[in-house]
């Protein structure tokens, strides 16, 4: 167990080199503070990395003027729909493949195909069947999250110990009981241990479907400023979207905590 | 004794497994157990001699290529539902607290969940867990999960109870506990109970009838010995008697040369 006072300095140095980075950003960016070095015109390295301080204020700009809410909640709503959608599905196939063999020696070359194929080059597609609106960035989260959910499923099921199948069956519980008391738990451990991938995917997904042709988004608006040359306004979309995507991944880990509590981890040693 | 239906037999039951590749190995060969309502019977033999194999047969995890199966008179079709099985390894749920695994079998036949969890909270306090019913099985000790599990094939009730070497994982003090526990349980309701251990001291201190395997494979029974040993016992006491270690001295004179013939095969 790491005692306090060095978890205190780990996050002190933490913050340092935060800070750090910032003020090297800060200073190498600014056009009056050092003199050119790589570039023949002062400007030049602001145009190219933008400049910290006007990154914030486009940020604020953006939460204070109240115009950033609508285009975080699209994304926002396109990440979740995705995910569970998604989830959704990968459960209901790899619960259906995994216990079936016949359908899974049926359509194992098409998942594998499918599995390989980089289908982020589905957007545009999707773009067409879908239109420029919500649908088709759920659509692409969609296939990003089902194979993730998909193999996780597969593989849960495949790895249940036969004793507790045996157990179960001997006990008396019917098909039907063995699939909700054993396998979709089973299987859901290790759904839980791959949510912050498909979660994480599932935004991907919907930021780079709206990159690519949307309306609305927070993608779009990294698309908008790209398209005027505010490199300001790129990177405070970054910022904006990374900090979303932590804090999504913090929800994650809140619901994971609460629904494997029987599951052992790490450092827990409570036994009696 | 003889003339009783049998709460279980096994009828000159022969275990051939075939491997994908076309290999076949026999297990078990022409072996005959007949258990009776209320009768205890342990059966021994060394490593690898097919005890498993058999039980697998009598609660009807495994199909047997010969003989027959039949619980109080009637031929098996599928899992045998007079019986209970305490596996070897974990076999608890791990997404289900101890409380949750016990009620688990009363839940699969329809009892509704308050009583199921009443139940199994007094078949937790029966084995000695009382308090420790929203516990996981990760939070338990390798012994209070197999309080958890007897309990667990107890709550139903069976009429015939398998135990496949059910305490060797256990340090000897827990263990020993744990036998005169299931003695205790057994003695209060009596079931018929078939008994598979390595250990012959277990097997003659739990007893009233031991059976002897022959080393695998093809593995048969090769004596049968009714231990006449008073009860109730105390498995502990019950090993400084010199009846025990009469018998003991005898069955193990039988067993001798298949532990050492199966010894040999596995150096092979």
């Known amino acids: 167990m790491r005692s306090s006072s060095s978890k205190l300095s780990l996050r002190f140095w933490q913050l340092a080199l935060f800070v750090g980075f910032l003020a090297f950003w800060y200073v190498a960016t600014s056009p009056t503070l050092l003199p050119p070095i790589y ?116 593989q849960g099921v495949r790895e249940v110990s036969f004793t507790v199948v045996a157990n179960a069956r001997i006990l008396g519980a019917s098909e039907r009981q063995l699939l909700r008391h054993v396998y979709v738990p089973s299987a859901m451990s290790w759904v839980f241990a791959s949510l912050h991938n498909s979660v994480g995917l599932a935004f991907v997904g919907a930021v780079v479907g709206e990159y690519l042709g949307s309306s609305r988004g927070v993608g779009y608006l990294i698309l908008q400023a790209e398209g005027t040359f505010d490199i300001n306004a790129v990177f405070a979309g970054i910022v904006v979207l990374t900090a979303f995507a932590l804090l999504l991944d913090w929800m994650v880990t809140v619901v994971e905590r609460r629904l494997l509590v029987w599951q052992p981890r790490g450092g827990e040693t409570e036994k009696m | 004794m003889s003339a009783a239906v049998p709460a279980l037999a096994l009828e000159q039951v022969t275990v051939t497994f075939v491997s994908p590749d076309g290999g076949r190995y026999t297990a078990v060969r022409d072996t005959t157990l007949r ?35 039949t619980s109080f008179g009637a031929p098996l079709a599928g899992l045998n539902r007079n019986a209970g099985y305490l596996f070897q390894t974990e076999a608890l749920m791990p997404w289900r607290t101890a409380r949750g695994n016990v009620a688990a079998g009363l839940e699969f036949r329809g009892v509704a969940a308050v009583e199921a969890n009443s139940r199994a909270d007094e078949w937790l306090q029966r084995v000695g867990l009382r308090g420790f019913g929203d516990r996981y099985p990760h939070q338990l000790s390798g012994g209070m999960r197999k309080r958890v599990s007897l309990a667990q094939t107890l709550i139903l009730d069976p009429q015939i109870i398998l135990m496949d070497e059910p305490f060797s994982a256990l340090d000897i003090q827990t263990r020993q506990l744990m036998e005169n526990q299931l003695l205790e349980l057994w003695q209060a309701n009596r079931k018929s109970v078939v008994f598979i251990t390595h250990d012959l001291e277990e097997a003659i201190s739990l007893s009233d009838r031991v059976l002897v395997l022959s080393a695998g494979p093809e593995s048969h029974p090769i004596g049968e010995f009714a231990i006449d040993l008073p009860r109730p016992r105390d498995v502990a006491e019950i090993r400084l008697t010199p009846r025990f270690i009469e018998l003991h001295g005898l069955i193990w004179h039988a067993m001798r040369d298949e532990v050492l013939k199966s010894y040999a095969q596995q150096l092979q």
């Open chain 2, 35 to 69: 258990v009776q309502p209320g009768e205890f019977v342990s059966v021994v033999g060394p490593t690898g001699c097919g005890k498993s194999t058999l039980l697998n047969v009598a609660v009807g995890l495994l199909q047997p290529s010969g003989g027959r199966v």
């Open chain 1, 39 to 154: 570039f023949d015109d002062p400007h030049k390295a602001a145009f190219f990395f933008g400049e910290p301080v006007k990154v914030f204020e486009r940020t604020w700009e953006w939460f204070a003027g109240g115009t950033i809410y609508a285009h975080l909640w699209v994304t926002l709503l396109e990440t979740l729909l995705a995910f569970v959608i998604g989830t959704a599905f990968g459960l209901a196939m790899g619960l259906w493949l995994a216990l079936s063999s016949t359908a899974s020696a049926l359509l194992d070359p098409y998942i594998k195909a499918l599995n390989s194929m980089p289908r982020v080059i589905l957007a545009p597609i999707f773009a067409v069947w879908f239109g420029l609106d919500v649908a088709s960035k759920v659509a692409l989260g969609v296939t990003l999250v089902f194979f993730i959910v998909f193999f996780n499923v597969y």
